[in-house]
């Protein structure tokens, strides 16, 4: 993928992102309405509220995984794990974000793609550590039974075009993509029940 490509699909993830979460924000406030206009809530409407509220973080997710990241904007901690607690956090998946400041949205967008990445690894479940230390991020991956695709995880740390990538692992080329224009470096080390990327 070269520059332009890059550039185009963070163009049209961004597009589908904005014209999606304008709809999806509409029911928001419809539900809204009807709460506040007294109407009886029943579990039919709690449902369609708590389906949107997913649907609305899971799309915040992408717009920062997938869309473009122009220079000078900046993710708030608070955003970030406000997003992370929509979109991934869940009964069977834990995510800790241990940093504590507001970073660049172009570091931020590393670090959800190699959560994405990470997911994938953890079907079943288990915890997820997210760490920095100075301007390298320390993610890793904790669980009972890990399902790591070997090929996937090998082509982050070095690309190949003779990887097969499905539209569900497209994580894995736009990461490889986004660490090659930052001329950083991806180390992945794994045990039977750990997975762990410096980056």
């Known amino acids: ?19 999606l979460i304008s709809p ?3 029911i928001n406030n419809g539900l809204e309405l009807i709460e ?3 109407d009886q809530v029943g579990s039919e ?24 990241a122009l220079d000078g904007q900046i993710i708030s901690n608070r955003e970030t794990v406000q997003i992370i607690n929509g979109a991934i956090q869940s009964n069977r998946l834990a995510v800790l974000w241990h940093p504590k400041g507001d ?5 931020i967008q590393l670090a959800f793609l190699l959560l994405q990445c990470f997911e994938t690894a953890l079907p079943y479940g288990g915890t997820i550590h997210v760490g920095r230390k100075a301007s390298t991020w320390l993610i890793s991956g904790e669980a009972d039974r890990l399902e790591v695709d070997t090929e996937l995880w090998r ?6 075009p003779k990887t097969e990538i499905s539209p569900a692992h497209v994580q894995f080329a736009l990461l490889s993509e986004c660490v090659f224009q ?13 997975l762990q990327v410096t980056l």
């Open 103 to 107: 970073f660049p949205r172009r570091e």
């Open 182 to 194: 930052t001329g950083r470096q991806l180390q992945v080390e794994q045990t039977e029940q750990m």
């Open 155 to 160: 082509h982050l740390v070095r690309p190949s």
């Open 1 to 19: 993928m070269n520059n332009l490509n890059l550039t185009l699909s963070n163009l049209i993830g961004s597009r589908i992102c904005h014209d």
């Open 45 to 68: 409407m709690r449902l369609i509220e708590q389906s949107c509220a997913a649907a609305s973080a899971r799309i915040q997710f992408f717009r920062i995984a997938y869309g473009a």
């Open 24 to 26: 999806i924000g509409a």
């Open 36 to 38: 506040i206009k007294g």
